[in-house]
Protein backbone atom coordinates (compact mmCIF):
# COMPACT_ATOMS: atom_id res chain seq x y z
CA UNK A 1 0.00 0.00 0.00
CA UNK A 2 1.10 3.64 -0.87
CA UNK A 3 -1.26 4.83 1.50
CA UNK A 4 -1.79 8.25 0.65
CA UNK A 5 0.11 10.03 -2.30
CA UNK A 6 0.25 13.46 -3.72
CA UNK A 7 1.51 15.51 -6.64
CA UNK A 8 3.44 17.30 -7.23
CA UNK A 9 6.08 17.20 -4.87
CA UNK A 10 6.88 21.05 -5.49
CA UNK A 11 5.19 24.04 -7.51
CA UNK A 12 5.78 27.50 -8.51
CA UNK A 13 3.69 29.62 -10.09
CA UNK A 14 2.78 33.20 -11.31
CA UNK A 15 -0.02 34.86 -9.59
CA UNK A 16 -3.24 34.33 -11.83
CA UNK A 17 -2.12 31.31 -13.21
CA UNK A 18 -4.26 28.53 -12.29
CA UNK A 19 -3.19 24.21 -11.38
CA UNK A 20 -4.63 21.09 -9.73
CA UNK A 21 -2.92 19.77 -6.97
CA UNK A 22 -3.87 15.58 -7.14
CA UNK A 23 -4.31 13.61 -4.29
CA UNK A 24 -5.28 9.47 -4.52
CA UNK A 25 -5.48 7.08 -1.42
CA UNK A 26 -5.54 3.13 -1.71
CA UNK A 27 -6.93 2.15 1.82
CA UNK A 28 -10.72 2.43 0.55
CA UNK A 29 -11.27 5.00 2.81
CA UNK A 30 -14.20 7.43 2.33
CA UNK A 31 -13.30 10.18 3.32
CA UNK A 32 -10.61 12.85 2.03
CA UNK A 33 -8.74 16.45 3.16
CA UNK A 34 -6.91 18.68 2.07
CA UNK A 35 -5.12 21.07 4.58
CA UNK A 36 -2.74 24.09 4.51
CA UNK A 37 0.24 24.37 6.37
CA UNK A 38 1.50 27.78 7.27
CA UNK A 39 4.12 28.65 9.89
CA UNK A 40 3.06 29.16 13.43
CA UNK A 41 -0.38 28.54 12.43
CA UNK A 42 -0.48 24.51 12.48
CA UNK A 43 -2.30 22.94 9.54
CA UNK A 44 -6.09 24.32 8.42
CA UNK A 45 -8.80 22.42 6.64
CA UNK A 46 -9.87 23.68 3.33
CA UNK A 47 -11.74 22.02 2.47
CA UNK A 48 -13.10 17.87 3.06
CA UNK A 49 -15.09 15.32 1.31
CA UNK A 50 -17.21 12.71 3.96
CA UNK A 51 -17.76 10.40 1.38
CA UNK A 52 -18.02 10.10 -2.38
CA UNK A 53 -19.76 12.48 -4.55
CA UNK A 54 -19.99 15.50 -1.56
CA UNK A 55 -17.72 18.15 -0.50
CA UNK A 56 -17.91 20.48 2.09
CA UNK A 57 -16.36 23.92 3.24
CA UNK A 58 -13.62 24.14 6.24
CA UNK A 59 -11.68 26.54 7.56
CA UNK A 60 -10.39 28.46 5.25
CA UNK A 61 -11.73 27.72 1.87
CA UNK A 62 -11.86 31.18 -0.75
CA UNK A 63 -10.14 30.77 -3.38
CA UNK A 64 -9.53 26.84 -3.72
CA UNK A 65 -12.47 24.15 -5.25
CA UNK A 66 -12.31 20.70 -4.86
CA UNK A 67 -13.63 17.74 -6.91
CA UNK A 68 -13.99 14.04 -5.16
CA UNK A 69 -13.48 12.55 -8.87
CA UNK A 70 -14.00 8.96 -7.11
CA UNK A 71 -13.64 6.88 -3.71
CA UNK A 72 -9.66 7.29 -4.71
CA UNK A 73 -8.61 10.34 -5.51
CA UNK A 74 -9.70 13.89 -4.38
CA UNK A 75 -8.31 17.20 -6.20
CA UNK A 76 -8.02 20.54 -5.35
CA UNK A 77 -7.73 23.59 -7.62
CA UNK A 78 -6.37 27.24 -7.32
CA UNK A 79 -8.63 28.81 -10.65
CA UNK A 80 -6.10 32.02 -10.16
CA UNK A 81 -2.98 32.05 -7.30
CA UNK A 82 -2.20 34.59 -5.17
CA UNK A 83 0.92 35.14 -3.47
CA UNK A 84 -1.30 34.24 0.07
CA UNK A 85 -1.48 30.96 -1.16
CA UNK A 86 2.10 29.99 -1.02
CA UNK A 87 1.71 27.25 1.42
CA UNK A 88 2.43 23.49 1.91
CA UNK A 89 -0.22 21.92 1.18
CA UNK A 90 -1.22 18.30 2.04
CA UNK A 91 -3.85 15.65 1.72
CA UNK A 92 -5.28 13.11 4.12
CA UNK A 93 -7.66 10.29 4.08
CA UNK A 94 -9.83 8.98 7.04
CA UNK A 95 -11.61 5.42 6.72
CA UNK A 96 -15.25 6.10 8.65
CA UNK A 97 -14.92 9.64 8.44
CA UNK A 98 -16.39 11.25 11.74
CA UNK A 99 -14.27 10.80 14.88
CA UNK A 100 -11.92 9.12 12.44
CA UNK A 101 -7.80 8.76 12.50
CA UNK A 102 -6.41 10.81 9.40
CA UNK A 103 -3.54 9.58 7.47
CA UNK A 104 -1.58 12.12 5.70
CA UNK A 105 0.10 11.91 2.46
CA UNK A 106 4.08 13.79 2.38
CA UNK A 107 3.00 17.54 0.95
CA UNK A 108 2.94 19.84 -1.88
CA UNK A 109 5.27 22.92 -1.84
CA UNK A 110 3.65 25.46 -3.65
CA UNK A 111 5.22 29.20 -4.23
CA UNK A 112 3.60 32.11 -5.88
CA UNK A 113 5.25 34.72 -6.89
CA UNK B 1 -11.94 29.83 20.93
CA UNK B 2 -10.16 26.68 19.17
CA UNK B 3 -6.66 27.60 19.59
CA UNK B 4 -4.63 24.45 20.51
CA UNK B 5 -2.00 25.68 22.33
CA UNK B 6 1.84 24.24 21.95
CA UNK B 7 5.03 25.45 23.22
CA UNK B 8 7.32 26.24 19.78
CA UNK B 9 10.24 24.64 20.90
CA UNK B 10 12.04 22.25 22.89
CA UNK B 11 15.67 21.28 23.39
CA UNK B 12 16.64 18.37 24.91
CA UNK B 13 19.65 16.18 25.18
CA UNK B 14 20.23 12.96 23.58
CA UNK B 15 19.40 9.49 26.09
CA UNK B 16 17.08 12.22 28.49
CA UNK B 17 13.22 12.39 28.48
CA UNK B 18 10.99 14.77 26.10
CA UNK B 19 8.07 15.93 27.48
CA UNK B 20 5.81 18.00 24.76
CA UNK B 21 2.58 19.46 26.22
CA UNK B 22 -0.48 20.74 24.29
CA UNK B 23 -3.86 22.69 25.92
CA UNK B 24 -7.10 22.06 23.85
CA UNK B 25 -10.18 23.80 23.90
CA UNK B 26 -13.37 21.78 23.86
CA UNK B 27 -14.55 19.23 26.58
CA UNK B 28 -16.67 16.91 23.66
CA UNK B 29 -13.06 16.18 22.23
CA UNK B 30 -13.22 12.54 21.64
CA UNK B 31 -9.76 11.82 20.54
CA UNK B 32 -6.51 13.49 21.01
CA UNK B 33 -4.16 12.84 18.48
CA UNK B 34 0.55 13.22 18.58
CA UNK B 35 2.02 13.69 14.97
CA UNK B 36 5.26 14.06 14.13
CA UNK B 37 6.66 15.73 11.11
CA UNK B 38 10.45 15.13 10.03
CA UNK B 39 11.73 18.06 7.75
CA UNK B 40 9.88 18.18 3.92
CA UNK B 41 8.01 15.05 4.88
CA UNK B 42 4.00 14.71 5.83
CA UNK B 43 2.84 14.23 9.29
CA UNK B 44 3.16 10.72 10.73
CA UNK B 45 0.67 9.35 13.30
CA UNK B 46 2.49 8.76 16.37
CA UNK B 47 -0.56 7.91 18.63
CA UNK B 48 -3.61 9.02 20.14
CA UNK B 49 -5.58 8.72 23.24
CA UNK B 50 -9.40 8.60 23.92
CA UNK B 51 -10.88 10.89 26.20
CA UNK B 52 -11.98 8.72 28.32
CA UNK B 53 -8.65 7.48 29.01
CA UNK B 54 -5.90 9.49 31.21
CA UNK B 55 -2.77 7.35 30.22
CA UNK B 56 -1.20 5.33 27.11
CA UNK B 57 1.81 4.02 26.87
CA UNK B 58 3.17 2.76 23.62
CA UNK B 59 7.07 1.76 24.05
CA UNK B 60 8.61 4.83 24.77
CA UNK B 61 6.11 7.50 24.24
CA UNK B 62 3.81 7.88 27.22
CA UNK B 63 0.15 9.98 26.78
CA UNK B 64 -1.09 11.78 29.44
CA UNK B 65 -4.47 13.40 29.39
CA UNK B 66 -6.31 15.49 32.14
CA UNK B 67 -8.90 16.51 31.09
CA UNK B 68 -10.06 18.69 33.56
CA UNK B 69 -7.66 21.14 33.09
CA UNK B 70 -7.82 20.45 28.98
CA UNK B 71 -4.29 19.58 29.02
CA UNK B 72 -2.48 16.94 26.96
CA UNK B 73 1.34 15.57 27.37
CA UNK B 74 3.39 13.80 25.20
CA UNK B 75 6.30 12.00 27.01
CA UNK B 76 9.26 10.60 25.13
CA UNK B 77 11.72 8.55 26.94
CA UNK B 78 15.39 7.82 26.18
CA UNK B 79 15.04 10.94 23.46
CA UNK B 80 17.13 10.02 20.21
CA UNK B 81 18.40 12.37 17.26
CA UNK B 82 15.88 10.78 15.28
CA UNK B 83 13.13 12.10 17.43
CA UNK B 84 14.23 15.53 16.33
CA UNK B 85 11.10 16.76 14.54
CA UNK B 86 8.35 18.99 14.85
CA UNK B 87 5.13 17.53 17.12
CA UNK B 88 1.42 18.58 16.59
CA UNK B 89 -1.45 17.61 18.97
CA UNK B 90 -4.68 17.38 17.22
CA UNK B 91 -7.90 17.34 18.66
CA UNK B 92 -10.78 15.65 17.25
CA UNK B 93 -14.36 17.74 18.13
CA UNK B 94 -16.76 14.73 18.44
CA UNK B 95 -19.19 13.78 15.15
CA UNK B 96 -17.17 16.00 13.28
CA UNK B 97 -14.61 15.53 10.25
CA UNK B 98 -12.63 18.32 12.14
CA UNK B 99 -9.24 18.16 13.31
CA UNK B 100 -8.11 21.19 15.50
CA UNK B 101 -4.44 21.10 15.28
CA UNK B 102 -1.62 22.95 17.80
CA UNK B 103 0.94 25.19 15.92
CA UNK B 104 3.79 22.34 16.59
CA UNK B 105 6.73 22.10 19.14
CA UNK B 106 10.09 21.51 17.35
CA UNK B 107 11.95 18.91 19.42
CA UNK B 108 15.59 19.99 18.76
CA UNK B 109 17.96 16.32 20.38
CA UNK B 110 21.45 17.47 21.28
CA UNK B 111 24.48 14.57 20.81
Known amino acids: NAGVTQTPKFQVLKTGQSMTLQCAQD?????MYWYRQDPGMGLRLIYYSASEGTTDKGEVPNGYNVSRLNKREFSLRLESAAPSQTSVYFCASSKRGASDTQYFGPGTRLTVL | GEDVEQSLFLSVREGDSSVINCTYTDSSSTYLYWYKQEPGAGLQLLTY?????DMKQDQRLTVLLNKKDKHLSLRIADTQTGDSAIYFCAEMREGTYKYIFGTGTRLKVLA
Open chain 1, 27 to 31: MNHNS
Open chain 2, 49 to 53: IFSNM
